[in-house]
């Protein structure tokens, strides 16, 4: 596609659901990262996938949270008993080679209430 | 370990007017940096990239500086217009993979 691609792009939930958000990198790029951004504060960092390499983890908050990337292109970010601090704006991002420039997704705003 | 700093935090200047905002990293073995701008509810908009090689880039209105041994990079945008009021934000791609991003600048160009 043309861009990066998430959705819902909203997606409100009662506490204790599980959510899953999708994003469609663009296509042939081999990187793909989530990130979570809460109400007026920065990017942290959730997930990074490369090609067929194991992802980096590192970020998930907790084990509520999972991701796969599957075919190296669609990624899934699942969130299981969802919580209200939950809550935020979830981004995905793709690139291409090892120096080229990340393009972002228009992110899920995910509510949890 | 890297950190990004961005100073100012918030700015708020006259339309038409020349400004630089600042990023400042820690450890100079990045691979590249990258500027976005974000527009309030919405995802990154990325502005421009500049390669560890490089000093500058430029997109339009918009020029963007590396100096990797200061460990700085300035983003500067000519002429300023309402259009460009958004939250900046820079990041810095380190010799793994990561993007280490700084809290961002806010800026508000006033008609």
């Known amino acids: 596609g043309a861009g990066v691609s998430q959705s819902p792009s909203n997606k409100v939930t009662e506490k204790g659901k599980d959510v899953e958000l999708r994003c469609d990198p663009i296509s042939g790029h081999t990187a793909l990262y989530w990130y979570r951004q809460s109400l007026g504060q920065g990017l942290e960092f959730l997930i990074y996938f490369q090609g067929n390499s194991a992802p980096d983890k590192s970020g998930l908050p907790s084990d509520r949270f999972s991701a796969e990337r599957t075919g190296g292109s669609v990624s899934t970010l699942t969130i299981q008993r969802t919580q209200q601090e939950d809550s935020a704006v979830y981004l995905c991002?793709?690139?291409?080679?090892?120096?080229?420039?990340?393009?972002f997704g228009q992110g899920t705003r995910l509510t949890v209430v | 370990k890297q950190e990004v700093t961005q100073i100012p935090a918030a700015l708020s200047v006259p339309e038409g007017e020349n400004l630089v905002l600042n990023c400042s990293f820690t450890?100079?073995?990045?691979?590249?940096l990258q500027w976005f701008r974000q527009d309030p509810g919405k995802g990154l908009t990325s502005l421009l990239l500049i390669q560890s090689s490089q000093r500058e880039q430029t997109s339009g209105r918009l020029n963007a500086s590396l100096d990797k041994s200061s460990g700085r990079s300035t983003l500067y945008i000519a002429a300023s217009q309402p259009g460009d009021s958004a939250t900046y934000l820079c990041a810095v791609r380190d010799s793994n993979y990561q993007l280490i991003w700084g809290a961002g600048t806010k800026l508000i160009i006033k008609p």
């Open positions: 450890d100079s073995a990045i691979y590249n």
């Open positions: 991002a793709s690139r291409g080679g090892m120096n080229t420039e990340a393009f």
